[in-house]
């Protein structure tokens, strides 16, 4: 079992930056890839960005060049730096992990909301 613990959220202002965390605990060793995924009022959960393993990260072309994945490999801790925040990545932030027994976690998920 693996829990996933998110933080960092919060309100900022349009052109801002927030640093998202997300603490994994229970069976972190077997952790392979882990992510962000989000999910605007009245929208499908998207992807936002992927760290693999072997540290090969990819992002949603809506992301790129303003947001950036990365990963404490000791603690398996995610981290997702965002820039740049527009009034559209308002969302609630949710990370994944998935693990070598092909099983798939979720955090609870944390508010960002952007103001114009």
């Known amino acids: 079992q693996v829990q996933l613990v998110e933080s960092g959220g919060g309100s900022v202002q349009a052109g801002g930056s927030l640093r998202l965390s997300c603490a994994a605990s229970?069976?972190?060793?077997?952790?392979?890839?882990q992510g962000w995924y989000r999910q605007a009022p009245g929208k499908q959960r998207e992807l936002v960005a992927t760290?693999?393993?072997?540290?090969?990260?990819t992002y949603a072309d809506s992301v790129k060049g303003r947001f950036t994945i990365s990963r404490d490999n000791s603690k398996r801790t995610v981290y997702l730096q965002m820039t740049s925040l527009k009034p559209e990545d308002t969302a609630v932030y949710y990370c994944t992990a998935g693990t070598v027994f092909l099983r798939q976690y979720w955090g609870q998920g944390t508010q960002v909301t952007v103001s114009s």
């Open positions: 229970g069976s972190i060793v077997s952790i392979n890839d």
């Open positions: 760290i693999a393993s072997g540290g090969t990260t």
